[in-house]
């Protein structure tokens, strides 16, 4: 008998988002991130959050329901930083946020300034991990991505990577005291070039997750694709085949709508859009964009046509 459906969860000051698997699957935006972006990382060390404007405005047209916040730029006060870049997120939309960083006082500081309820990225099974991060989570009433890994490894079998989730899940629980609907599981995902069992094993995890514990789970939806070509195709295959195992949220570029077009083809197909209205809306909402689009291209068209004529008479 399959475990009971959890779900987690997440509010900003003024909007809720649940994480569940009969609900449509989550898209938690990925571009707030200075990873590779030099640009944006100068613009940090000088202070200047502006870019991150352009960033959340691409992130809600795409289509996500929550924010990943990533402030880990070299020779910063992290801290600092992703206080100041929560508070100008939460200025700019009213989707929650996930706060995501590896040092454990600037997410403190994150959710000492976050409005709402957020979800953190993330914990792994290591002991010392555990007890740095699960206090805040239970003291800010926070949700938590946790990995399935430890001191010794990053387990491929999933058995060893079930274990590691009931380590998880038994610590924040009984330990802790935090709620099993608010422990988001990343099964870890790998790169599908380095070894192509791993998509696999990923899946075999999400459904021993799911029949387990009933957990929500995550994952960084490019991982799979990384080192491969045409990586948007591969990724618009990868999700479908993990929310049909069980997989509810992608942390993920919502910029790409060909993936995200293929999240949403997915819900429709297992039932979590009824009769198809958040599908049939968003492309209604598509055309309708596209033909304001043309019908403006041909108005300037014509007066740039009309402009000419009067100039040559």
């Not at 964009?289 to 402009?307: I, K, L, N, R, V």
Request: hydrophobic share 50%; net charge negative; with cysteine.
């Amino acid at each position: 008998m399959s475990a009971p459906l959890r779900h987690t969860v997440l509010r900003s000051a003024s909007r809720e988002v649940v994480i569940g698997a009969d609900r449509p699957f989550c898209v938690i935006g990925e571009r707030i991130n200075p990873t590779g972006r030099p640009v944006l990382q100068a613009a940090l060390r000088e202070g200047d959050l502006s870019i991150l404007a352009k960033d959340v405005a691409s992130q809600v047209a795409g289509g996500a329901d929550v924010l990943d916040v990533n402030m880990g730029v070299p020779l910063t006060d992290e801290a600092d930083l992703l206080v100041a870049a929560v508070r100008r997120v939460q200025e700019l939309t009213d989707l929650p946020i996930c706060l995501d960083s590896s040092v454990v006082e600037a997410l403190e500081a994150g959710l000492a300034a976050y409005e709402g309820r957020a979800l953190v990225n993330s914990v792994t099974a290591e002991d010392e991990r555990l007890e740095a991060i699960l206090p805040l989570v239970k003291r800010y009433d926070a949700a938590v991505v946790a990995l399935p890994n430890d001191e010794d490894e990053i387990p491929m079998e999933p058995e060893k990577r079930l274990a590691l989730t009931e380590k998880i899940v038994r610590v924040a629980t009984q330990e802790y005291g935090i709620a099993v609907d608010d422990i988001v599981i990343d099964p870890l995902a790998m790169p599908i070039g380095a070894d192509s069992t791993v998509g696999h094993k990923t899946l075999e995890t999400i459904r021993g997750i799911r029949e387990r514990w009933g957990l929500n789970t995550t994952c960084g939806a490019s991982n799979v694709s990384f080192g491969m070509p045409g990586r948007h195709a591969l990724n618009a295959a990868w999700l479908p085949l993990a929310m049909a195992a069980g997989m509810t949220s992608a942390i993920m570029d919502a910029r790409t709508p060909h993936v995200v077009d293929a999240v949403r083809a997915a819900d429709l197909l297992l039932g979590h859009d009824e009769w198809g209205m958040s599908w049939i809306a968003t492309h209604r909402a598509r055309a309708a964009a596209q033909a304001a689009a043309d019908q403006a291209a041909a108005a300037a068209a014509a007066e740039a046509g009309g402009g000419a004529g009067a100039g040559s008479a």
